[in-house]
């Protein structure tokens, strides 16, 4: 296909003339426009299918990308050979097999998660507003996904930061709502900080912030040393350290993980798109593109233990959760420290399946869980009920939901044939591989991933079984329950995000290891389509421009091979295989020795959790305080540091730099003045002004005497003027 | 010898009336010191060989000018103070006056010196001629190589005579 | 030996510096005239001396005769306005003479 403005520039167009749309006049569309949204989403998404069939089909391998620039600004000046370069920045779009898929993925999701809002958030009096923000964020979202450098990357990470503080205190009535988008927008500007100046030292150092050339310049060796004020750091890893800092900011790792919890304020939609399946993807997504260059500054051990320790942490975090929406956004935490750990320890295919496979669960999850709040009423507050110890046997009730949740807790446990399985496992299988590889203390990676899956399958259950199973706890909520009914745009979203937690979409193999081979299906296309980039592939294009024409040269492109992973030799490859075996074999035990314990404790009644929480008192403690991070923040670094440095600076400010500089040039121009009042008071009026009619006056009292009409005196000027004419002066 | 005796005494004579012409503060004694030095001048015309010129001198210069000055002396009144008595300044000047006048000479001679400075130095030794009457070369002269400045000057003094005797008429009422 | 040209205009020189002081000096006007009196007599007298010594002839001499009637016309016409003056005015002052409209 072509690929032309018309072609791609409406996957980002659609929803954000949508959003201009609502946003000006959505209040007197009927119902509130939130079918212009729907509509602009569904159509990007045909969109985005569209190149996802033309990558898929032609399986072009994975060096293959599509890059076209467009210039934004130019300052550079003159013209011709000897053109001097000012400021330049060019965008443009990027799209090679992983921008494919993502796209997919995410207008995907959007759509469907569009589809259920209007379901959800139907009777809220600011309906309108909640599309709105879905417009621009999915608008942005689809463009970070497009955007081909840095730069325009950061613009829509920012955009969706901005969309994302807006819908988490989206009631903003409620207090703690405000608090938590106002915290969740703060804690990720931290991480965008560090990622502007990763940004910064790229740019300082490869002269444009575009993916290709910064490749190409690590392809080169042009990132040696950066110094900082006298100090010589690497620049590899110092922008690498940079970039990977703003995705642990958006991406909620260890120690920036304290927004998303408190971010489960806003409506559940926005919870289930921004922060399950696409903002918090997105910093995975940077992490993926920027990988070369975090390989470059040696920083994957330090992503993999970031990642390992957020995976588990996060995992014992939500054992002891109860609200249910709690319970999910510490599993997504969780999942995405798996992500960023399968980074780290080098598994890229692993890790972007991952991803893809998240979303679309965690998605369809947190839309279950809207569906169940949903129907669940609160008679004393007139509201929704989300705490889980209130619920209980609603499987009945909620028929429908409870099939998608079923099916995507056991993608997100771990369970063969399905889709998390598939990609935690090879997650799991390199980190292994990687911990065996390295040795010692990197052994801890791979016991973190196993026990976090290990407890991710309990939680799962635990949350499955108190909320669906059981007599229920609260009657009068189990009353004010409606029997679900099947309702289009309640259910086909979930019915359809169930439907692709399945496996085989993903692998052609049922346990990822090529071992079991379904018939029908013939190729591992993820795994093929997606490696690891080959820097010295990426000079093979050149760059085209973005405009109403295909102006690529489409050289005959080498078809992936299959079935092969091309980067490793031979002997890696085989202990890859044996690391990977191993790893499958473990997981699916943790899998289901979860799920049996969970079983155990919450249906069959027979283990009583009440004995560990008496037996690690303190650290129960801990974890209902979220290990004590939001304490430490606030508390500990915000008032008692922050605080007290802002007021001392404050008060230098104030007393120190405006009495001194401020003020002080009142004394230097006071003096000026004074000094400029003499001058023009006696030089120049005194001088100048009167002295030139003194002057005259005194030259006239002078001259007078020669005017006396006394005869001698003319007789003296006379004998004057004749030895002026000796002196040959000539009066 | 002769000429030389009366080349100092007509020196001396003319240099003494000239200062004392200088210091007095008398009209009178100035009109009397006045005839001193134009006597001294008519004995150094003669020593110079011009005798026709010193009688001239004598005759017209002491018996005429002089005269005619000190008449003019006393229908004036001389060294009466002013009527009015309005000016500060002394009749015969004061020493504000005589410093001006020094100023005046002084820049006069140093005008004269600079043109003939060189001539101070060349000395002309005396020459001894024979001292012939004159009058009998300077009326030929007179009358064949300057006669037209010697009719000119008969004008002039008819001109002087009559414009003498009109502005000195007093008015008719 | 001291009668050279040179010590005839030295004498000339002497008297007409005593001649300028006297003119710019005194307040008389009959003074004045006395003043240049001496003036006209040193010139006089450094004609007939250039004419002895320098040129050896007689012009010298007659150019001093005319100077002499010069003279004396002139001091019969100054001495003429000096009386009509005082008549006028009543003051021989050179200072009350300095207005044109008297």
Known sequence: MEYT???????????????????????????????ISCIAIFLSFLWCARIFCDFYYNQYSSDFYIHKVFNWIDLSWGTGPSKASGFKVDMGIFIDNVAAIMLLMVSGVASLIHLFSTFYMKGDPKYGKFFVYLSLFSAAMLGLVLSDNLLSVFIFWEIMGFCSYSLIGFYHEKNAAGDASLKAF????????????????????????????????????????????????????????MIFLGTIGKSAQFPLQVWLPDAMMGPTPCSALIHAATMVAAGVYLSLRMYPLMEAGDLTTLIAFVGAITAFGAATIALVQTDIKAVLAFSTISQLGYMVMGIGVGAYSASFMHLITHAIFKACLFLSAGSVIHSLHDHHTHGHVQEMPRMGGLKKKLPFTFFAMTCCTLAIAGVPFFSGFVSKDRILGDALYWGSKHGTYHWIVPLLGFSAAFLTAFYMFRMMYLTFYGTPRDQAVYDSCHQEKLSFNRNIPLLILSVFTLGIFFSGSLTGQQKVKLPIVKFEWFETLVQKPQLFKFSSFKKENFGLKDTREIKALIPSVYGHNQTLSEQEAHETHHAHFLGAIISIILAFSGILLAFLMYLRKSLDPSNWVNFFPRWTKALKERYYFDYLYQEILIKKVLLRLNYYLAKFDLDVFDRIAIDGWQNVSRCLYRAHRVFDEYFIDRLAVDGSGKSIRLFNMFLRYAQTGKVQIYFLIFLVVLISYLFKLKI | MFVKFLFIASSLLTIVSALSMLMTKDIMHACIFLLGALMGVAGLFLTLGADFLAATQVMVYIGGVVVLMLFAVMLTGGNELNKRGLNPVPLMGNKFTFALGVFGASMFFIVVYQLLYKIFHYFHLSVVDSYESTVEKIGRLLLTDHILAFEISSVLLLGALVGAAIIARPKRN | MMMGLTSYLLISLFLMICGIIIMIARKNIIAILLGIELILNASALNFVAYSKFVAKNFDGQIFTLFIIVVAAAEAAVGLAITIRHFQISESIHIDDATQLLA
């Not at chain 1, 910064?214 to 010589?232: D, V, W």
């Open chain 1, 5 to 35: 403005i018309g072609t791609i520039a409406p996957i980002i167009l659609f929803p954000l003339v949508a959003f201009v749309i609502n946003a000006f006049c959505g209040r007197k569309l009927p119902r509130q426009g939130d079918w």
């Open chain 1, 186 to 241: 703060m804690t990720t500007r931290v991480g965008d900080v560090c990622f502007l100046l990763g940004i910064l030292a790229i740019w300082s150092i490869v002269g444009n912030v575009n993916f290709v050339d910064i490749y190409q310049a690590l392809h080169q060796g042009s990132f040696t040393t950066l110094s900082i004020f006298n100090i010589t750091i690497s620049a590899a890893s110092f922008a690498g350290l």
